[in-house]
């Protein structure tokens, strides 16, 4: 790791990713698990995320449900990739950008309230840019829930629900808009949700277990710098998955120890064949290396053409834009 942390710490880290309780004073419940007090609690968070270890304490919110998203590439010359990624990262919409080593290295994800929207952002960042970007929408989720053990147990992902849209009300997207960009640390953070939202702490709390229980939110609890963790060998794997072979490969994938994510995107002919894709994050690209060599021995990825795309640089990871204020107006 970078920089020591103490067990607790590590426990905060490790076990709070997901399970937020639903309560007035969640900190006080989680500190109750570690046998520290609720101030306690927030003071770590408070030094963890000064430092880096922690993005923020809030939700992750399933893609194209309460907003729309995709997965974008751009193949930028090395020496311009600075000024681009600063060119992309300064649009809201964009909350994660990453240089990856191929020669489509540029990735970001785009998010947006609406599908319209989405399109300009894309359409202005190609313009300043002057580069053609790759736009792989998403297709088929089977496992998009970046949060997974950092004491080097190899474990599945928890099965996901199918997503409830009937269940998204109007009034819900500013709500998920607070919660995608962080909690804050304080007694009751609910209450300070609520406030800002003119709505209850009660109201707050119903309507983040109704989200939650639709499959909208995907997980509530401590994103994670995985980088910070010592999780520095990050691969995304893309295969160029027969369509009939793609729902069964997914699924295998989707429980995989060692695969953080998994869904399919679209291709783009003569220019993108990959159609499924997997998350290795590991500690060594040794450790990364041998997921993916291990994932090959199962029937349904032999034989199929593949890259490993590293990560060597995060530009940008933040909450996605799902609500503008100037919509509610």
Known sequence: MPH???????????????????????YAAIGKVLNIDEGEVIKRLSSLTERGYISRVGATIRPNTAGASTLAAMSVPLQQVETVAALVGAEAGINHSYLREDDWNLWFVATAPTSDELQALLDRLSAVTGFHILNLRLLRPFNIDLGFSLSGRSTPMPNRVLPRLELIRDEDRPLLQLFSLGMPLAT?????????????????????????????????????????????????????????????????AASFPGVTLCYQRCTVPGLWPYSLYNMVHARTREEALAVVKELQRRPQFANVAHRVLFSTRCFKQTGALVHRKEAAA
């Not at 067990?7 to 007035?24: C, K, S, V, W, Y």
């Not at 609910?190 to 009660?202: F, I, P, T, V, W």
């Not at 997980?219 to 027969?242: E, F, K, Q, S």
Request: charged content about 25%; proline content about 5%.
């Open 4 to 26: 020591r942390i103490d067990t607790i710490d590590h426990r905060l880290l490790d076990e709070f990713q997901r399970g937020l309780a639903l309560a007035p004073r969640p």
């Open 188 to 252: 009751r953070p609910y209450a300070a949700m609520a406030d800002s939202l003119g709505k209850s702490e009660e109201w707050v709390i119903e309507r983040l277990g109704t989200l939650i229980a639709a499959g909208i939110i995907t997980r509530l609890g401590i994103i994670v710098h995985h980088r910070a963790m010592g999780w520095t060998a990050n691969a995304m794997v893309v295969w160029d998955m027969p369509e009939h072979r793609i729902l069964e490969a997914g699924q295998v």
